[in-house]
Protein backbone atom coordinates (compact mmCIF):
# COMPACT_ATOMS: atom_id res chain seq x y z
CA UNK A 1 0.00 0.00 0.00
CA UNK A 2 1.54 3.34 -0.84
CA UNK A 3 2.15 6.15 1.61
CA UNK A 4 -1.33 7.74 2.22
CA UNK A 5 -1.99 10.91 4.23
CA UNK A 6 -4.00 10.17 7.04
CA UNK A 7 -0.82 7.27 8.20
CA UNK A 8 1.04 10.64 9.24
CA UNK A 9 -1.96 11.59 10.74
CA UNK A 10 -1.61 8.57 13.03
CA UNK A 11 1.61 10.13 14.81
CA UNK A 12 3.44 7.88 17.20
CA UNK A 13 0.17 6.19 18.89
CA UNK A 14 -2.06 5.00 16.02
CA UNK A 15 -0.19 1.60 14.63
CA UNK A 16 -0.77 1.79 10.13
CA UNK A 17 -1.44 -2.55 10.83
CA UNK A 18 -3.56 -4.44 12.76
CA UNK A 19 -3.35 -8.74 12.92
CA UNK A 20 -6.46 -9.36 11.33
CA UNK A 21 -5.87 -13.44 12.54
CA UNK A 22 -5.08 -11.62 16.24
CA UNK A 23 -7.69 -14.74 17.11
CA UNK A 24 -8.47 -17.60 14.94
CA UNK A 25 -12.34 -16.88 15.20
CA UNK A 26 -15.20 -14.60 16.77
CA UNK A 27 -15.94 -17.87 19.03
CA UNK A 28 -12.19 -17.36 21.00
CA UNK A 29 -12.64 -13.87 20.97
CA UNK A 30 -16.05 -14.59 23.60
CA UNK A 31 -14.92 -17.38 24.96
CA UNK A 32 -11.79 -15.73 26.34
CA UNK A 33 -13.81 -12.64 27.06
CA UNK A 34 -16.76 -15.16 29.30
CA UNK A 35 -13.73 -17.00 31.13
CA UNK A 36 -11.67 -13.80 32.33
CA UNK A 37 -14.54 -11.50 33.46
CA UNK A 38 -16.92 -14.21 34.68
CA UNK A 39 -17.99 -12.35 37.87
CA UNK A 40 -18.59 -9.26 36.12
CA UNK A 41 -21.62 -8.09 34.72
CA UNK A 42 -22.32 -8.46 30.77
CA UNK A 43 -25.76 -7.59 30.39
CA UNK A 44 -28.71 -6.23 31.49
CA UNK A 45 -31.98 -6.03 30.20
CA UNK A 46 -35.70 -5.01 31.76
CA UNK A 47 -33.96 -4.92 35.66
CA UNK A 48 -32.16 -8.15 35.27
CA UNK A 49 -28.35 -8.89 35.19
CA UNK A 50 -26.32 -11.18 33.53
CA UNK A 51 -22.87 -12.28 34.38
CA UNK A 52 -20.47 -13.18 31.79
CA UNK A 53 -20.57 -16.32 33.67
CA UNK A 54 -23.77 -16.90 33.03
CA UNK A 55 -24.07 -15.77 29.27
CA UNK A 56 -21.09 -18.66 29.34
CA UNK A 57 -23.88 -21.06 30.72
CA UNK A 58 -27.00 -20.34 28.88
CA UNK A 59 -25.23 -19.66 25.52
CA UNK A 60 -23.26 -23.16 25.63
CA UNK A 61 -26.69 -24.46 26.76
CA UNK A 62 -28.75 -23.45 23.49
CA UNK A 63 -25.85 -24.03 21.09
CA UNK A 64 -26.00 -27.57 22.69
CA UNK A 65 -29.36 -27.93 21.85
CA UNK A 66 -28.70 -26.22 18.47
CA UNK A 67 -26.17 -29.03 17.52
CA UNK A 68 -28.09 -32.30 19.41
CA UNK A 69 -31.89 -31.72 19.50
CA UNK A 70 -31.88 -29.66 15.94
CA UNK A 71 -28.87 -31.51 14.34
CA UNK A 72 -27.70 -28.16 13.01
CA UNK A 73 -23.87 -28.13 11.35
CA UNK A 74 -21.17 -25.87 10.63
CA UNK A 75 -22.15 -23.26 7.56
CA UNK A 76 -26.10 -23.69 8.53
CA UNK A 77 -27.90 -20.36 8.49
CA UNK A 78 -29.69 -19.27 11.43
CA UNK A 79 -32.25 -16.24 11.40
CA UNK A 80 -32.63 -14.19 14.67
CA UNK A 81 -34.92 -11.88 14.73
CA UNK A 82 -35.17 -9.74 18.30
CA UNK A 83 -35.10 -6.96 19.23
CA UNK A 84 -32.48 -5.72 21.86
CA UNK A 85 -32.91 -8.23 24.68
CA UNK A 86 -30.92 -10.80 26.00
CA UNK A 87 -32.07 -13.75 23.64
CA UNK A 88 -29.98 -11.66 20.76
CA UNK A 89 -26.59 -11.96 22.20
CA UNK A 90 -26.59 -15.54 23.62
CA UNK A 91 -27.86 -16.55 19.87
CA UNK A 92 -25.30 -14.77 18.68
CA UNK A 93 -22.89 -16.68 20.98
CA UNK A 94 -24.94 -20.12 20.51
CA UNK A 95 -24.33 -19.86 16.83
CA UNK A 96 -20.86 -19.04 16.71
CA UNK A 97 -20.16 -21.94 18.84
CA UNK A 98 -21.87 -24.14 17.14
CA UNK A 99 -20.06 -22.83 13.69
CA UNK A 100 -23.68 -21.69 12.27
CA UNK A 101 -23.70 -18.59 9.98
CA UNK A 102 -26.15 -15.79 11.68
CA UNK A 103 -28.60 -14.05 9.51
CA UNK A 104 -29.56 -11.04 11.23
CA UNK A 105 -33.42 -9.97 10.56
CA UNK A 106 -35.27 -6.43 11.66
CA UNK A 107 -37.98 -7.67 13.80
CA UNK A 108 -40.18 -4.72 12.11
CA UNK A 109 -39.84 -6.70 8.58
CA UNK A 110 -43.25 -6.71 6.96
CA UNK A 111 -43.94 -10.48 5.96
CA UNK A 112 -42.62 -9.44 2.23
CA UNK A 113 -39.17 -8.53 3.58
CA UNK A 114 -38.75 -11.05 5.74
CA UNK A 115 -39.88 -13.96 3.05
CA UNK A 116 -37.21 -12.80 0.84
CA UNK A 117 -34.47 -12.66 3.43
CA UNK A 118 -35.34 -15.89 4.98
CA UNK A 119 -35.51 -17.56 1.21
CA UNK A 120 -32.38 -16.49 -0.29
CA UNK A 121 -30.42 -17.75 3.44
CA UNK A 122 -31.58 -20.72 2.67
CA UNK A 123 -32.62 -20.61 6.63
CA UNK A 124 -34.30 -23.60 8.36
CA UNK A 125 -34.02 -22.26 11.80
CA UNK A 126 -34.81 -18.79 13.07
CA UNK A 127 -34.90 -17.74 16.57
CA UNK A 128 -37.68 -14.60 17.17
CA UNK A 129 -39.35 -12.66 19.40
CA UNK A 130 -42.44 -14.07 20.44
CA UNK A 131 -43.98 -10.01 19.69
CA UNK A 132 -42.62 -10.56 16.01
CA UNK A 133 -43.97 -13.88 15.07
CA UNK A 134 -47.17 -12.73 13.59
CA UNK A 135 -45.17 -11.63 10.84
CA UNK A 136 -43.31 -14.76 10.72
CA UNK A 137 -46.37 -17.10 10.77
CA UNK A 138 -47.91 -15.06 7.87
CA UNK A 139 -45.24 -16.41 5.27
CA UNK A 140 -43.95 -19.10 7.16
CA UNK A 141 -45.31 -21.68 4.89
CA UNK A 142 -43.37 -20.11 2.10
CA UNK A 143 -40.26 -20.63 3.13
CA UNK A 144 -37.84 -23.47 3.74
CA UNK A 145 -38.28 -22.78 8.29
CA UNK A 146 -39.07 -25.57 10.20
CA UNK A 147 -37.48 -24.97 13.27
CA UNK A 148 -38.87 -22.32 15.43
CA UNK A 149 -37.56 -20.77 18.68
CA UNK A 150 -39.68 -18.21 20.28
CA UNK A 151 -38.03 -15.86 22.96
CA UNK A 152 -39.43 -13.90 25.66
CA UNK A 153 -38.13 -10.57 27.18
CA UNK A 154 -36.39 -12.51 30.20
CA UNK A 155 -35.35 -15.81 28.50
CA UNK A 156 -31.85 -16.49 29.39
CA UNK A 157 -31.83 -14.36 33.15
CA UNK A 158 -34.58 -16.65 34.52
CA UNK A 159 -36.98 -14.15 35.32
CA UNK A 160 -40.56 -14.68 33.48
CA UNK A 161 -40.82 -11.58 32.75
CA UNK A 162 -44.57 -11.10 30.36
CA UNK A 163 -43.89 -10.78 26.83
CA UNK A 164 -46.56 -10.72 23.78
CA UNK A 165 -47.69 -14.21 22.92
CA UNK A 166 -47.23 -16.54 19.96
CA UNK A 167 -49.13 -16.09 17.31
CA UNK A 168 -51.41 -19.29 17.37
CA UNK A 169 -50.67 -20.19 13.74
CA UNK A 170 -46.84 -21.19 14.04
CA UNK A 171 -46.86 -25.01 14.87
CA UNK A 172 -44.53 -27.18 16.88
CA UNK A 173 -42.68 -23.87 18.20
CA UNK A 174 -39.49 -23.83 20.80
CA UNK A 175 -40.03 -21.49 23.73
CA UNK A 176 -36.38 -20.05 23.76
CA UNK A 177 -36.09 -20.69 27.71
CA UNK A 178 -37.07 -24.51 27.06
CA UNK A 179 -34.08 -24.64 25.09
CA UNK A 180 -31.99 -23.58 27.22
CA UNK A 181 -33.22 -26.03 30.07
CA UNK A 182 -33.08 -29.43 27.91
CA UNK A 183 -29.47 -27.84 26.28
CA UNK A 184 -28.18 -26.96 29.62
CA UNK A 185 -28.07 -31.30 30.17
CA UNK A 186 -26.85 -31.84 26.51
CA UNK A 187 -23.11 -32.43 24.90
CA UNK A 188 -21.80 -29.55 23.15
CA UNK A 189 -18.69 -30.66 20.08
CA UNK A 190 -16.64 -27.23 18.98
CA UNK A 191 -16.25 -28.03 15.20
CA UNK A 192 -12.99 -26.51 13.97
CA UNK A 193 -13.28 -22.60 12.78
CA UNK A 194 -11.02 -20.65 10.48
CA UNK A 195 -11.08 -16.43 9.96
CA UNK A 196 -12.41 -17.31 5.91
CA UNK A 197 -15.31 -18.99 7.70
CA UNK A 198 -18.79 -17.14 7.23
CA UNK A 199 -20.11 -15.55 11.05
CA UNK A 200 -22.89 -13.01 9.60
CA UNK A 201 -25.10 -12.43 6.41
CA UNK A 202 -25.64 -9.27 7.09
CA UNK A 203 -28.67 -7.78 4.64
CA UNK A 204 -28.44 -4.39 2.88
CA UNK A 205 -29.67 -2.74 -0.18
CA UNK A 206 -32.78 -3.05 -0.03
CA UNK A 207 -33.48 1.00 -1.07
CA UNK A 208 -32.51 -0.17 -4.67
CA UNK A 209 -34.42 -3.44 -4.89
CA UNK A 210 -34.26 -6.69 -3.05
CA UNK A 211 -31.82 -6.80 -0.14
CA UNK A 212 -28.61 -8.59 -0.69
CA UNK A 213 -26.90 -10.28 2.09
CA UNK A 214 -23.04 -9.25 2.91
CA UNK A 215 -21.02 -12.33 3.72
CA UNK A 216 -19.21 -11.08 6.74
CA UNK A 217 -16.23 -13.65 7.97
CA UNK A 218 -14.78 -14.28 11.71
CA UNK A 219 -11.64 -12.44 9.87
CA UNK A 220 -13.47 -9.90 9.32
CA UNK A 221 -15.21 -8.95 12.13
CA UNK A 222 -12.04 -9.96 14.46
CA UNK A 223 -9.94 -7.38 12.07
CA UNK A 224 -12.81 -4.59 13.06
CA UNK A 225 -12.45 -5.21 16.39
CA UNK A 226 -8.82 -4.50 16.18
CA UNK A 227 -9.02 -1.70 14.19
CA UNK A 228 -11.39 0.25 16.58
CA UNK A 229 -9.28 -1.12 19.45
CA UNK A 230 -6.10 0.48 17.35
CA UNK A 231 -8.06 4.11 17.77
CA UNK A 232 -9.63 4.27 21.23
CA UNK A 233 -7.60 2.26 23.38
CA UNK A 234 -8.48 4.72 26.32
CA UNK A 235 -12.16 3.81 25.48
CA UNK A 236 -11.59 0.43 26.10
CA UNK A 237 -10.72 -0.23 29.77
CA UNK A 238 -11.00 -3.47 30.41
CA UNK A 239 -13.57 -4.82 32.93
CA UNK A 240 -14.58 -0.83 33.46
CA UNK A 241 -16.48 0.42 30.72
CA UNK A 242 -20.57 0.81 30.87
CA UNK A 243 -21.96 1.11 27.76
CA UNK A 244 -25.81 1.71 26.75
CA UNK A 245 -27.05 0.08 23.70
CA UNK A 246 -29.79 1.22 21.93
CA UNK A 247 -29.46 1.10 18.39
CA UNK A 248 -30.64 -2.04 17.75
CA UNK A 249 -27.77 -5.17 17.57
CA UNK A 250 -29.25 -6.66 14.26
CA UNK A 251 -27.79 -3.74 12.86
CA UNK A 252 -23.79 -4.37 11.94
CA UNK A 253 -22.95 -1.33 13.78
CA UNK A 254 -23.97 -1.96 17.05
CA UNK A 255 -23.13 -5.96 16.64
CA UNK A 256 -19.32 -4.88 16.05
CA UNK A 257 -18.89 -2.10 18.57
CA UNK A 258 -21.22 -2.34 21.34
CA UNK A 259 -21.45 -6.03 21.61
CA UNK A 260 -18.57 -7.55 20.22
CA UNK A 261 -15.87 -5.45 20.64
CA UNK A 262 -16.90 -3.90 24.35
CA UNK A 263 -17.88 -7.48 25.15
CA UNK A 264 -14.51 -8.61 24.45
CA UNK A 265 -13.28 -5.98 27.24
CA UNK A 266 -15.48 -7.04 29.57
CA UNK A 267 -18.00 -4.29 29.82
CA UNK A 268 -21.25 -3.98 31.79
CA UNK A 269 -23.58 -3.60 28.52
CA UNK A 270 -27.22 -1.88 29.18
CA UNK A 271 -29.40 -2.99 26.32
CA UNK A 272 -32.62 -1.26 25.70
CA UNK A 273 -35.26 -2.93 23.23
CA UNK A 274 -37.17 0.57 22.27
CA UNK A 275 -35.61 3.32 21.95
CA UNK A 276 -38.78 4.97 21.34
CA UNK A 277 -39.79 4.60 24.99
CA UNK A 278 -37.83 7.80 25.89
CA UNK A 279 -38.97 7.57 29.21
CA UNK A 280 -38.09 4.28 29.68
CA UNK A 281 -34.98 5.30 28.02
CA UNK A 282 -33.70 8.16 29.89
CA UNK A 283 -34.25 5.75 32.95
CA UNK A 284 -31.24 3.50 32.03
CA UNK A 285 -29.37 6.32 30.68
CA UNK A 286 -29.81 8.00 34.00
CA UNK A 287 -28.79 4.28 36.06
CA UNK A 288 -26.27 3.06 33.81
CA UNK A 289 -24.19 6.46 33.86
CA UNK A 290 -22.26 5.31 30.74
CA UNK A 291 -18.91 5.90 29.96
CA UNK A 292 -19.82 4.34 26.03
CA UNK A 293 -22.73 5.63 24.38
CA UNK A 294 -23.15 4.80 20.43
CA UNK A 295 -25.76 6.48 18.37
CA UNK A 296 -27.04 7.95 15.21
CA UNK A 297 -27.90 11.50 14.20
CA UNK A 298 -31.50 11.09 14.61
CA UNK A 299 -31.34 9.23 18.05
CA UNK A 300 -28.65 12.16 19.66
CA UNK A 301 -31.29 15.05 18.42
CA UNK A 302 -34.12 13.66 19.42
CA UNK A 303 -32.50 13.10 23.08
CA UNK A 304 -31.17 16.69 22.68
CA UNK A 305 -34.65 18.04 23.05
CA UNK A 306 -35.71 15.51 25.95
CA UNK A 307 -35.61 18.28 29.32
CA UNK A 308 -34.59 15.25 31.13
CA UNK A 309 -31.56 14.82 29.39
CA UNK A 310 -29.99 17.06 31.86
CA UNK A 311 -31.06 15.06 34.52
CA UNK A 312 -28.14 12.93 33.67
CA UNK A 313 -24.95 12.27 35.15
CA UNK A 314 -22.40 12.04 32.46
CA UNK A 315 -19.37 12.60 34.22
CA UNK A 316 -18.45 9.15 33.62
CA UNK A 317 -18.83 9.50 29.86
CA UNK A 318 -15.74 9.26 27.49
CA UNK A 319 -16.98 8.51 24.14
CA UNK A 320 -20.06 9.41 22.41
CA UNK A 321 -19.72 7.73 19.01
CA UNK A 322 -21.72 8.67 16.21
CA UNK A 323 -22.47 6.86 12.84
CA UNK A 324 -25.08 5.03 10.69
CA UNK A 325 -25.82 8.67 8.62
CA UNK A 326 -24.07 12.12 8.84
CA UNK A 327 -23.85 13.39 12.63
CA UNK A 328 -24.67 17.12 11.96
CA UNK A 329 -22.32 19.83 13.92
CA UNK A 330 -25.55 21.71 15.44
CA UNK A 331 -27.05 18.35 17.01
CA UNK A 332 -22.89 17.62 18.23
CA UNK A 333 -23.09 21.11 20.02
CA UNK A 334 -26.11 20.86 21.60
CA UNK A 335 -24.97 17.29 22.85
CA UNK A 336 -21.63 18.81 24.09
CA UNK A 337 -23.48 21.63 25.58
CA UNK A 338 -25.43 19.05 27.92
CA UNK A 339 -23.22 16.35 28.41
CA UNK A 340 -19.70 17.51 28.22
CA UNK A 341 -18.45 15.31 25.27
CA UNK A 342 -18.66 16.35 21.35
CA UNK A 343 -19.99 13.13 18.88
CA UNK A 344 -17.11 11.36 17.39
CA UNK A 345 -18.22 10.42 13.95
CA UNK A 346 -17.33 7.36 12.16
CA UNK A 347 -18.22 6.16 8.38
CA UNK A 348 -19.18 1.99 7.46
CA UNK A 349 -21.21 0.22 5.28
CA UNK A 350 -22.53 -3.32 6.15
CA UNK A 351 -20.04 -4.84 3.65
CA UNK A 352 -17.22 -3.46 5.68
CA UNK A 353 -18.07 -4.70 9.14
CA UNK A 354 -18.86 -1.82 9.29
CA UNK A 355 -15.98 0.71 10.27
CA UNK A 356 -13.87 2.25 7.37
CA UNK A 357 -12.83 5.45 9.27
CA UNK A 358 -13.35 7.08 12.24
CA UNK A 359 -11.63 9.98 14.47
CA UNK A 360 -9.23 9.05 16.56
CA UNK A 361 -8.98 9.35 19.88
CA UNK A 362 -6.32 12.44 19.98
CA UNK A 363 -9.02 14.44 18.15
CA UNK A 364 -11.30 17.04 20.89
CA UNK A 365 -13.99 18.71 19.47
CA UNK A 366 -16.14 17.47 16.38
CA UNK A 367 -14.80 17.88 13.04
CA UNK A 368 -17.23 17.88 10.24
CA UNK A 369 -15.87 14.59 9.00
CA UNK A 370 -15.54 10.58 9.56
CA UNK A 371 -12.19 10.48 10.64
CA UNK A 372 -8.96 9.13 9.29
CA UNK A 373 -9.43 5.30 7.80
CA UNK A 374 -8.80 2.55 10.17
CA UNK A 375 -5.14 0.78 9.97
CA UNK A 376 -4.64 -1.68 7.39
CA UNK A 377 -7.30 -0.45 5.31
CA UNK A 378 -6.76 2.12 1.95
CA UNK A 379 -9.52 4.11 0.69
CA UNK A 380 -9.28 5.41 -2.51
CA UNK A 381 -11.79 8.51 -4.17
CA UNK A 382 -12.23 7.37 -7.70
CA UNK A 383 -14.07 9.15 -10.72
CA UNK A 384 -16.94 8.27 -13.57
CA UNK A 385 -13.79 6.70 -15.11
CA UNK A 386 -12.20 5.42 -12.51
CA UNK A 387 -9.33 7.18 -12.20
CA UNK A 388 -8.11 8.63 -8.59
CA UNK A 389 -8.93 12.24 -8.07
CA UNK A 390 -6.85 14.75 -5.84
CA UNK A 391 -6.77 16.33 -2.45
CA UNK A 392 -9.99 18.02 -2.10
CA UNK A 393 -11.66 16.59 -4.95
CA UNK A 394 -15.25 14.72 -4.74
CA UNK A 395 -15.01 11.28 -5.90
CA UNK A 396 -16.84 7.56 -5.09
CA UNK A 397 -15.36 6.34 -1.97
CA UNK A 398 -13.91 2.45 -2.69
CA UNK A 399 -12.26 0.62 0.13
CA UNK A 400 -9.86 -2.45 0.27
CA UNK A 401 -8.98 -3.86 4.40
CA UNK A 402 -9.41 -6.93 6.08
CA UNK A 403 -12.89 -5.83 7.16
CA UNK A 404 -14.01 -5.85 4.01
CA UNK A 405 -16.63 -8.73 3.01
CA UNK A 406 -15.81 -11.24 0.85
CA UNK A 407 -18.84 -10.77 -1.59
CA UNK A 408 -22.96 -10.69 -1.39
CA UNK A 409 -24.47 -14.27 -0.96
CA UNK A 410 -25.03 -15.80 -4.11
CA UNK A 411 -25.02 -12.72 -6.03
CA UNK A 412 -21.95 -12.93 -8.51
CA UNK A 413 -23.27 -10.50 -10.76
CA UNK A 414 -23.72 -7.87 -8.27
CA UNK A 415 -20.16 -8.89 -6.63
CA UNK A 416 -18.85 -8.14 -10.27
CA UNK A 417 -20.07 -4.42 -10.05
CA UNK A 418 -19.44 -3.95 -6.41
CA UNK A 419 -15.73 -4.08 -6.43
CA UNK A 420 -13.41 -2.61 -8.81
CA UNK A 421 -10.87 -4.33 -11.38
CA UNK A 422 -8.46 -4.12 -8.69
CA UNK A 423 -10.50 -5.33 -5.96
CA UNK A 424 -11.45 -2.19 -3.72
CA UNK A 425 -15.54 -2.11 -3.08
CA UNK A 426 -17.57 0.19 -4.43
CA UNK A 427 -19.35 2.23 -1.72
CA UNK A 428 -21.80 4.46 -3.76
CA UNK A 429 -21.07 7.03 -1.19
CA UNK A 430 -19.04 10.25 -2.57
CA UNK A 431 -16.20 11.67 0.00
CA UNK A 432 -13.55 14.22 -0.12
CA UNK A 433 -9.97 13.81 1.80
CA UNK A 434 -8.47 17.17 3.21
CA UNK A 435 -4.54 17.14 3.26
CA UNK A 436 -4.53 14.98 6.77
CA UNK A 437 -6.31 12.50 5.19
CA UNK A 438 -9.60 13.05 7.08
CA UNK A 439 -12.77 11.79 5.20
CA UNK A 440 -15.54 13.33 4.52
CA UNK A 441 -18.49 12.22 3.21
CA UNK A 442 -20.54 14.30 1.35
CA UNK A 443 -23.66 11.93 -0.01
CA UNK A 444 -24.92 8.92 -1.81
CA UNK A 445 -24.47 9.57 -5.24
CA UNK A 446 -27.36 8.81 -6.07
CA UNK A 447 -28.77 11.62 -3.40
CA UNK A 448 -26.65 14.48 -5.41
CA UNK A 449 -28.55 17.25 -6.92
CA UNK A 450 -27.46 18.67 -10.02
CA UNK A 451 -28.93 22.52 -9.81
CA UNK A 452 -27.70 24.40 -13.50
CA UNK A 453 -24.69 21.78 -13.75
CA UNK A 454 -23.50 22.37 -10.21
CA UNK A 455 -23.35 19.69 -7.35
CA UNK A 456 -25.28 19.78 -4.40
CA UNK A 457 -25.03 17.47 -1.91
CA UNK A 458 -27.99 17.10 0.66
CA UNK A 459 -25.92 16.85 3.41
CA UNK A 460 -24.33 20.29 3.75
CA UNK A 461 -27.84 21.65 3.31
CA UNK A 462 -29.47 19.60 5.93
CA UNK A 463 -26.03 20.67 8.29
CA UNK A 464 -26.82 24.27 8.01
CA UNK A 465 -30.52 24.60 7.88
CA UNK A 466 -30.63 22.47 11.39
CA UNK A 467 -28.69 24.86 12.63
CA UNK A 468 -31.35 27.80 11.85
CA UNK A 469 -33.31 28.39 15.48
CA UNK A 470 -36.51 27.01 15.67
CA UNK A 471 -35.42 23.56 13.55
CA UNK A 472 -35.34 20.41 14.93
CA UNK A 473 -34.64 18.24 12.24
CA UNK A 474 -34.56 18.81 8.33
CA UNK A 475 -34.44 16.68 5.42
CA UNK A 476 -33.56 17.88 1.48
CA UNK A 477 -34.31 16.74 -1.79
CA UNK A 478 -34.20 17.25 -5.29
CA UNK A 479 -36.92 17.79 -7.68
CA UNK A 480 -37.53 18.49 -10.82
CA UNK A 481 -37.57 22.48 -11.95
CA UNK A 482 -37.68 24.05 -15.86
CA UNK A 483 -35.09 26.56 -15.23
CA UNK A 484 -32.11 24.73 -13.00
CA UNK A 485 -33.36 20.97 -14.25
CA UNK A 486 -33.22 20.26 -10.60
CA UNK A 487 -34.04 22.82 -7.41
CA UNK A 488 -33.42 21.87 -3.40
CA UNK A 489 -36.45 21.07 -1.76
CA UNK A 490 -35.95 21.10 2.45
CA UNK A 491 -38.53 19.57 4.69
CA UNK A 492 -38.46 21.03 8.03
CA UNK A 493 -39.31 19.67 11.32
CA UNK A 494 -40.06 22.75 13.47
CA UNK A 495 -39.21 22.74 17.44
CA UNK A 496 -41.80 22.51 19.88
CA UNK A 497 -43.34 26.15 19.94
CA UNK A 498 -41.34 27.18 17.52
CA UNK A 499 -42.64 30.13 15.49
CA UNK A 500 -40.74 29.58 12.13
CA UNK A 501 -41.48 30.73 8.45
CA UNK A 502 -40.05 30.02 5.14
CA UNK A 503 -38.50 32.88 4.41
CA UNK A 504 -36.67 32.74 7.86
CA UNK A 505 -35.05 29.40 6.56
CA UNK A 506 -34.19 30.55 3.65
CA UNK A 507 -32.68 33.57 4.72
CA UNK A 508 -30.55 31.40 7.42
CA UNK A 509 -29.52 29.21 4.51
CA UNK A 510 -28.71 32.29 1.97
CA UNK A 511 -26.21 33.39 4.52
CA UNK A 512 -23.94 30.22 4.76
CA UNK A 513 -24.49 28.84 1.26
CA UNK A 514 -23.90 29.38 -2.34
CA UNK A 515 -26.96 30.85 -4.11
CA UNK A 516 -27.66 27.76 -6.18
CA UNK A 517 -27.25 25.78 -3.14
CA UNK A 518 -30.07 27.64 -0.96
CA UNK A 519 -33.07 25.39 -1.04
CA UNK A 520 -36.18 26.76 -3.93
CA UNK A 521 -38.54 24.96 -1.61
CA UNK A 522 -39.35 24.86 2.15
CA UNK A 523 -42.05 22.38 3.52
CA UNK A 524 -42.80 22.07 7.33
CA UNK A 525 -43.79 19.10 8.28
CA UNK A 526 -44.73 17.11 11.98
CA UNK A 527 -42.07 14.22 10.98
CA UNK A 528 -39.96 12.91 8.80
CA UNK A 529 -39.62 9.44 7.58
CA UNK A 530 -37.06 7.14 9.20
CA UNK A 531 -35.83 3.91 8.71
CA UNK A 532 -35.96 1.34 11.92
CA UNK A 533 -32.86 2.15 13.01
CA UNK A 534 -32.95 6.31 12.92
CA UNK A 535 -31.98 7.05 8.94
CA UNK A 536 -34.12 9.51 7.11
CA UNK A 537 -35.30 7.90 4.18
CA UNK A 538 -35.08 10.93 1.13
CA UNK A 539 -36.62 8.23 -1.18
CA UNK A 540 -39.46 8.60 1.11
CA UNK A 541 -39.53 12.02 0.50
CA UNK A 542 -38.94 11.88 -3.10
CA UNK A 543 -42.03 9.61 -3.63
CA UNK A 544 -44.55 12.07 -2.16
CA UNK A 545 -43.09 14.54 -4.59
Known sequence: MQQRPWIKSYGDVIPPTINADAYASVRDLLDEAMKKFADKP???????????????????????????????????????????????????????????????????????????????????????????????????GATKVKNVIVAGVGDGSGAKLPSPPADPRLQNIIALADALGEGAHMALTAPTLRGDDVLFLQYTGGTTGLSKGATLTHRNLIANIEQFKAFMPDALAPGEEVIVTAIPLYHIFALMVNFLTYFSVGADNWLVADPRNIDAFLDVLKASRPSIFMGVNTLYAGLTMHPRLREIDWSR?????????????????????????????????????????????????????????????????????????????????????????????NKPEANRQA???????????????????????????????????????????????????????????????????????????????????EAEVTAFCAKELAAYKVPKHIAFVEALPKSNVGKILRRDLRAVN
Not at 56 to 76: C, E, I, M
Not at 444 to 468: H, Q, W
Not at 487 to 494: E, H
Request: aromatic share 8%; net charge negative.
Open 42 to 140: ALRSFGQTMSYADVDAQSRALAAFLQTKLGVKKGDRIAVMTPNIFAFPLAMIANARVGAIQVNVNPLYTPRELEHQLNDAGVETIVVFSGSTGTLAEIV
Open 419 to 501: FTRTGYFRTGDVGVFDEAGFLKIVDRKKDMILVSGFNVYPNEIEAVATACPGVAECACIGIPDEKTGEAVKLFVVKKPGAALT
Open 317 to 409: LKLAGGGGAAIVGAVSDRWREITGSFIREGYGLSETSPVVSFNPAYIDAFTGTTGLPVPSTDVVLLNDADAEVGIGEAGEVCVKGPQVMSGYW
